[in-house]
């Protein structure tokens, strides 16, 4: 609706002063109209006349030519229009359909990359959660994503965690199996930790664990799978790629298309960073680096003194994997804040050897998740929040009649409080408020479809019925007479398209959930002043709540949080 008037005024536009500017209609507030737009003033310069003079002919032509969509247009201010849409184009813009953005686009989006060898933490369920949001927003746009994983298999912190499991089990494979497999991620865990300490503090230990570094790539490049060390270096790699599989059905995320592991990535970028060593790439005391000052970047290692490759060249070769893989036309690839300038360094390099590769490149980040002191923890050093105690502590504080909504409404909680904060920004999780049925919650946002869905129920709407109102778009039809607050919540409807539109081209989910929020206010408003059933305008309302509760089902669908009819 918003596309198609801006298309017609700028074809006014065009008619009456030979000109082509770009109209932008702005939602204003509804004592002005639905709409405003300050096209006027943008044709000040080119015909050299005063805005409200302009905006005195634009209204002219709109008042003749747009009366199926335009009731009113006024002139405001120093040259603004504001216009007020006809009853039958509001009520035909209340639909849940989602903008085909990216119809016919191949998207590649990596995103939760956890290591092996080491637990999830909070970050990973953020980003999880994150990416999830954005793949589904590109999917309902009309792409076909191809989500990946990638993590680290291979490297010092696997070495870490292999020399503190030696030096407890020696090298007898056989005593993983008293390890119970409920605590196998915290075991490894602990010995991840107990690892990186003695590589600190020890100097026998870290070159140990240099050695062990060394091997690692062995087993792979040999295909070792019969000595000790390898057996147990396999069969605990299988311990987390079985932990990472139980983990992401827990939080009931759409399903990864590939598993990348470094290992896996090292050799293709290997291969990318000598065939461009020169002119790309160059020696340095041993080593192959990428100098990024000519970028107004810096140097990185790229192959070690050892002839290792670094995480630069294994990001390389998962980019040429991928795209070997799945074609895509397009990659997004989501990594903490702190990863900022490392990736510009790896896509700097990319730049130089595939322009064209890398102009399909973008790199999303995440901030931080701080909780109480806003102390920001390190797997490292132990102190992590592990991603199964945030699911814990904010079901323990979620109150719910039955198991399956309890899970629910945990989920929900926890999704929204990432999903409503700006992406990049750091997030202060608060679990008392992340559960509250008053505030800017997920629960909240449940309750208030499952109130809908009630309502609907006390009405006499079947259950099969209700699924149906839930499922289908179905516009509002035209001709029906709307009373002030009735408008302003079909105008409210309409909003859901715009808002859609900037969040898929921004791939920012929060602005879905900052409209959402808004929609179960008004919709409350509406419904405390304004009777539905037994009201000589039941039927109408009905229809209203329909449109809301299938809106608020659409929306918290598309951020992926789990929406109960019932609570």
């Given at each position: 609706?918003?596309q198609?008037?801006?298309?017609?005024?700028a074809?006014?536009?065009?008619?009456?002063?030979?000109?082509?500017?770009?109209?932008?209609?702005?939602?204003?507030?509804?004592k002005?109209?639905?709409?405003?737009?300050?096209?006027?003033?943008?044709?000040?310069?080119?015909?050299?006349?005063?805005?409200?003079?302009?905006?005195?002919?634009?209204?002219a032509?709109?008042?003749?030519?747009?009366?199926?969509?335009?009731?009113?247009?006024?002139?405001?201010?120093?040259?603004?229009?504001?216009?007020?849409?006809?009853?039958?184009?509001?009520?035909?813009?209340?639909?849940?359909?989602?903008?085909?953005?990216?119809?016919?686009?191949?998207?590649?989006?990596?995103?939760s990359?956890?290591?092996?060898?080491?637990?999830?933490?909070t970050?990973?369920?953020?980003?999880?959660?994150?990416?999830?949001?954005?793949?589904?927003?590109?999917?309902?746009?009309?792409?076909t994503?191809?989500?990946?994983?990638?993590?680290?298999?291979?490297?010092?912190?696997?070495?870490?965690?292999?020399?503190?499991?030696?030096?407890?089990?020696?090298?007898?494979?056989?005593?993983?199996?008293?390890?119970?497999?409920?605590?196998?991620?915290?075991?490894?865990?602990?010995?991840?930790?107990?690892?990186?300490?003695?590589?600190?503090?020890?100097?026998?230990a870290?070159?140990?664990?240099?050695?062990?570094?060394?091997?690692?790539?062995?087993?792979?490049?040999?295909?070792?799978?019969?000595?000790?060390?390898?057996?147990?270096?396999?069969?605990?790699?299988?311990?987390?790629?079985?932990?990472?599989?139980?983990?992401?059905?827990?939080?009931?995320?759409?399903?990864?298309?590939?598993?990348?592991?470094?290992?896996?990535?090292?050799?293709?970028?290997l291969?990318?960073?000598?065939?461009?060593?020169?002119?790309?790439?160059?020696?340095?005391?041993?080593?192959?680096?990428?100098?990024?000052?000519?970028?107004?970047l810096?140097?990185?290692?790229?192959?070690?003194?050892?002839?290792?490759?670094t995480?630069?060249?294994?990001?390389?070769?998962?980019?040429?994997?991928?795209?070997?893989?799945?074609?895509?036309?397009?990659?997004?690839?989501?990594?903490?804040?702190?990863?900022?300038?490392?990736?510009?360094?790896?896509?700097?390099?990319?730049?130089?050897i595939?322009?064209?590769?890398?102009?399909?490149?973008?790199?999303?980040?995440?901030?931080?998740?701080?909780?109480?002191?806003?102390?920001?923890?390190?797997?490292?050093?132990?102190?992590?929040?592990?991603?199964?105690?945030?699911?814990?502590?904010?079901?323990?504080?979620?109150?719910?009649?039955?198991?399956?909504?309890?899970?629910?409404?945990?989920?929900?909680?926890?999704?929204?409080?990432?999903?409503?904060?700006?992406?990049?920004?750091?997030?202060?999780?608060?679990?008392?408020?992340?559960?509250?049925?008053?505030?800017?919650?997920?629960?909240?946002?449940?309750?208030?479809?499952?109130?809908?869905?009630?309502?609907?129920?006390?009405a006499?709407?079947?259950?099969?019925?209700?699924?149906?109102?839930?499922?289908?778009?179905?516009?509002?039809?035209?001709?029906?007479?709307?009373?002030?607050?009735?408008?302003?919540?079909?105008?409210?409807?309409?909003?859901?398209?715009?808002?859609?539109?900037?969040?898929?081209?921004?791939?920012?989910?929060?602005?879905?959930?900052?409209?959402?929020?808004?929609?179960?206010?008004?919709?409350?408003?509406?419904?405390?002043?304004?009777?539905?059933?037994?009201?000589?305008?039941?039927?109408?309302?009905?229809?209203?709540?329909?449109?809301?509760?299938?809106?608020?089902?659409?929306?918290?669908?598309?951020?992926?949080?789990?929406?109960?009819?019932?609570?």
């Open positions: 609706m918003k198609q008037l801006e298309a017609a005024i074809a006014i536009v065009e008619r009456l002063f030979d000109a082509t500017v770009p109209v932008e209609l702005t939602r204003t507030d509804e002005f109209g639905d709409y405003a737009t300050n096209v006027a003033m943008q044709l000040v310069k080119e015909l050299a006349k005063p805005p409200r003079e302009i905006a005195t002919e634009i209204v032509a709109i008042a003749t030519e747009l009366t199926d969509t335009v009731t009113e247009a006024q002139i405001a201010g120093p040259g603004f229009i504001n216009l007020t849409l006809t009853e039958e184009a509001l009520l035909g813009g209340a639909t849940t359909a989602t903008p085909q953005l990216n119809a016919n686009k191949r998207v590649l989006l990596e995103y990359c956890p290591n092996a060898f080491k637990e999830l933490h970050g990973h369920l953020y980003q999880t959660v994150v990416g999830d949001a954005i793949g589904r927003l590109l999917t309902a746009s009309g792409a994503i191809y989500r990946a994983n990638f993590g680290g298999d291979v490297g010092l912190h696997v070495a870490k965690c292999l020399y503190a499991i030696k030096q407890q089990l020696g090298e007898d494979v056989s005593q993983l199996a008293a390890v119970p497999p409920a605590e196998r991620p915290s075991w490894i865990s602990t010995a991840y930790v107990a690892g990186a300490s003695a590589y600190e503090t020890d100097e026998a870290k070159q140990a664990i240099t050695e062990i570094n060394t091997q690692i790539y062995s087993f792979h490049d040999s295909s070792d799978h019969d000595s000790q060390l390898a057996k147990i270096y396999w069969e605990c790699r299988g311990w987390s790629y079985e932990y990472f599989k139980a983990f992401y059905e827990s939080i009931v995320v759409s399903p990864f298309n590939s598993y990348y592991p470094e290992s896996g990535t090292a050799e293709r970028g291969s990318v960073v000598r065939v461009n060593t020169p002119p790309v790439f160059e020696a340095s005391n041993g080593a192959v680096v990428f100098k990024g000052e000519d970028a107004g810096h140097t990185r290692v790229f192959i070690t003194s050892k002839g290792l490759p995480y630069e060249t294994k990001d390389l070769g998962v980019i040429y994997n991928e795209l070997d893989d799945f074609k895509y036309d397009h990659r997004y690839i989501l990594t903490g804040n702190d990863q900022l300038q490392y990736m510009q360094v790896v896509f700097a390099a990319l730049a130089a595939d322009p064209e590769l890398a102009a399909k490149q973008t790199h999303l980040t995440n901030g931080t998740i701080r909780f109480g002191s806003g102390q920001k923890m390190s797997s490292r050093l132990g102190n992590v929040t592990r991603a199964a105690d945030v699911l814990a502590a904010v079901g323990q504080a979620v109150t719910a009649i039955d198991a399956a909504t309890k899970q629910q409404v945990t989920l929900g909680a926890i999704k929204y409080t990432f999903l409503k904060h700006r992406l990049g920004g750091d997030i202060a999780f608060d679990v008392n408020e992340s559960v509250s049925l008053e505030g800017n919650s997920g629960p909240y946002l449940q309750y208030a479809l499952a109130r809908a869905c009630s309502i609907l129920d006390k006499g709407y079947e259950a099969s019925r209700l699924t149906a109102v839930l499922a289908n778009d179905v516009v509002l039809r035209p001709g029906l007479e709307l009373e002030t607050a009735e408008r302003l919540l079909v105008r409210k409807l309409t909003e859901y398209q715009e808002v859609l539109a900037k969040a898929i081209t921004e791939l920012l989910p929060h602005q879905i959930c900052n409209y959402l929020y808004e929609l179960a206010q008004d919709f409350n408003r509406f419904y405390e002043n304004n009777r539905v059933i037994g009201n000589e305008r039941q039927e109408l309302r009905l229809l209203l709540i329909e449109n809301y509760a299938r809106t608020l089902h659409h929306g918290l669908s598309l951020l992926g949080l789990p929406t109960p009819q019932k609570m």
